[in-house]
């Protein structure tokens, strides 16, 4: 059984930080492309940010020199630093694990950022 659980949201105060994780069973995580999500009422999940296989990054331009997207293989879990937090990154934040074939998702946790 696949399992992606996601932790590390909350309410921060703007400029503040996060560091989301989650930590991935049911999978070999190393042969996964794992991403970060984010979803606001009324619009379509967004891609963040994304690591592959071999540890390349890429960003969307809303957390580009903001957030940091890493992995650690050894413990199957992949984060998301996000520091100098804005407002309107408001939303529930969700997991993904990807390869050919499959594609998989957390149950997302909050992240607020308070003006």
């Given at each position: 059984q696949?399992?992606?659980?996601?932790?590390?949201?909350?309410?921060?105060?703007a400029?503040?930080s996060?560091?989301?994780?989650?930590?991935?069973?049911?999978?070999?995580?190393?042969?996964?492309?794992?991403g970060w999500?984010?979803?606001?009422?009324g619009k379509?999940?967004?891609?963040v940010?994304?690591?592959?296989?071999?540890g390349?990054?890429?960003?969307a331009?809303?957390?580009?020199?903001?957030?940091?997207?890493?992995?650690?293989?050894?413990?199957?879990?992949?984060y998301l630093?996000?520091?100098?937090l804005?407002?309107?990154?408001?939303?529930v934040?969700?997991?993904?694990?990807?390869?050919?074939?499959?594609?998989?998702?957390?149950?997302?946790?909050?992240?607020?950022?308070?003006?």
């Amino acid at each position: 059984q696949v399992q992606l659980v996601e932790s590390g949201g909350g309410l921060v105060q703007a400029g503040g930080s996060l560091r989301l994780s989650c930590a991935a069973s049911g999978i070999i995580f190393r042969l996964n492309v794992m991403g970060w999500y984010r979803q606001t009422p009324g619009k379509q999940r967004e891609l963040v940010a994304a690591i592959t296989t071999d540890g390349s990054t890429n960003y969307a331009d809303s957390g580009k020199g903001r957030f940091t997207i890493s992995r650690d293989n050894a413990k199957n879990t992949v984060y998301l630093q996000m520091n100098s937090l804005k407002p309107e990154v408001t939303a529930v934040y969700y997991c993904n694990a990807y390869r050919i074939g499959y594609n998989y998702w957390g149950q997302g946790t909050q992240v607020t950022v308070s003006s």
